[in-house]
């Protein structure tokens, strides 16, 4: 108990000491390379998984490749991007890292949130003469979105965890103080660090769990509280979308 | 590709430490998971408690959980315990889901049928119950085991030692080979761990892949008969 009291000290003493950074400044990174890896992994598996739904092809070959992606450690993946690349490009070779780790969940989040529609709706869509086009941005864009933001939220902790593990090849972020302070047996440091880590992927977590609920459409809220069924329906799709993680 | 030729018996034996801890952790995520996911599963009240705080344990990130652990249970920050606890966690976090959706997907006529006939709970839970919730359960086991397998290697970041070391020493000394190694290492050994539990599934539950053949011949009726 003594030392988690020394690392709320630590935290709250405005100097992390040992020629570390400040803390605000770490959060400040880990929060730009998360922030960044999404969204490029965004603009990438977005588009792509909304195509995998609508169309309903190649979704075997996206089951393929999220599942075997969660084999390849991403510890690993960075260290041999980091030699690969060279020192001078430490910051793409974390970049790609988190991007690919990130891609796999998104895409999941995507296509399980169309696949997840009542076919009636999309049914009763098209003989209401809308297009394609309509049918897609009106009624399978917003009513996929919830388990678009799950595959979002999996994504962000995924990469907030390994920018973590990132500090190990000196891109700063909150993960080096646990590593820094492991080698000085500054114990206070390491804990400190591990908190703030777990802080801030709570609190990410926690903005993602709201973002999800408000992304659910008026109408479907209202038919959810209504029919139980409908909201049990969709926790395969849900749990598709963490084991995908 | 040298290095790797010297260095054999080094991947053999990392090899082996790995498989222990990750195979230590996965059963007993998975041993703890059944009762947790059963209550998770039986009581409405219990469930939102343990699949928030599983779901929350899951959240934190390992390289933060290995330092938080010792200070909560008073394990020793740099030994294997540790890291088999941490495993063990998020193999608990993802398992119980598993355990609570399989057990929820077994038709409740099934259960009603098998009480009917004068199954107790006990043996309805063991001969009904838990045999029908198999497949959902072992999906769950298999993501489980992949990326437990996988995560393990983030030990080596605080110490311990297992296939990570591979990642570790392959930077500091600048060895490609010998960080590319790791990771074939990390993910054969993750491919064949699942692709035996693939395999006892289907000794253990040859009902599961006759039902998805029946399924199947069923749009073709005329095959059936002839086969």
Sequence with gaps: MNLIGDAIAWIFSGDPGAGLAPIPVALAQHLMFTFLSVLIAAIIAVPLGWVIGHTGRGRDIAVAISGAARAIPSFGLLILLFLVLGVLRTTEAALITFVLLAIPSILAGAYTGFEAIDRKVIDAARSMGMTQWQVLWRVEVPLGLPLLIAGLRSATLQVVATVTIAAYINLGGLGQYILAGIPLRRFDIVLGGALLVAALALVLDGVFALLQRASVPAGMRAAQSEHKTASKRSAPARAAVTAAS | ?227
Excluded at chain 2, 29 to 52: M, N
Excluded at chain 2, 130 to 153: N, Y
Excluded at chain 2, 158 to 174: K, P, V
Aim: charged share 15%.
């Design chain 2, 1 to 227: 590709m040298n290095w790797v030729v010297d260095n054999l018996d080094l991947i053999r034996e990392l090899t082996l430490v790995h498989l222990r801890q990750s195979v230590i952790a996965i059963v007993l995520g998975f041993l703890l998971s059944l009762p947790l996911g059963w209550l998770a599963w039986r009581y409405r009240g219990a469930r939102g408690g343990i699949l928030t705080v599983t779901g929350l344990l899951y959240t934190i990130p390992s390289l933060a959980l290995l330092p938080i652990l010792p200070v909560v249970l008073g394990t020793p920050i740099f030994s294997e315990v540790n890291l088999i606890l941490a495993l063990t966690i998020y193999a608990i976090a993802l398992m119980v889901r598993s355990v609570a959706d399989g057990l929820g997907s077994v038709d409740p006529a099934v259960r009603l049928s098998a009480t009917a006939m004068g199954y107790g709970a006990g043996r309805r839970f063991w001969a009904v119950d838990f045999p029908l919730a198999g497949p959902v359960i072992l999906a769950g086991l298999r993501v489980t085991a992949v990326s437990t397998i996988a995560l393990a290697t983030v030990g080596a970041l605080i110490g311990i030692t297992n296939l990570g070391y591979l990642f570790t020493n392959g930077s500091q000394r600048r060895i490609i080979p010998e960080v590319v190694a790791g990771i074939i290492a990390v993910v054969l050994i993750a491919l064949v761990l699942d692709g035996l539990l693939i395999v006892a599934g289907r000794v253990m539950m040859p009902w599961s892949r006759a039902q998805r053949r029946r399924a199947r011949r069923a749009v073709l009726p005329l095959e059936v008969s002839v086969a």
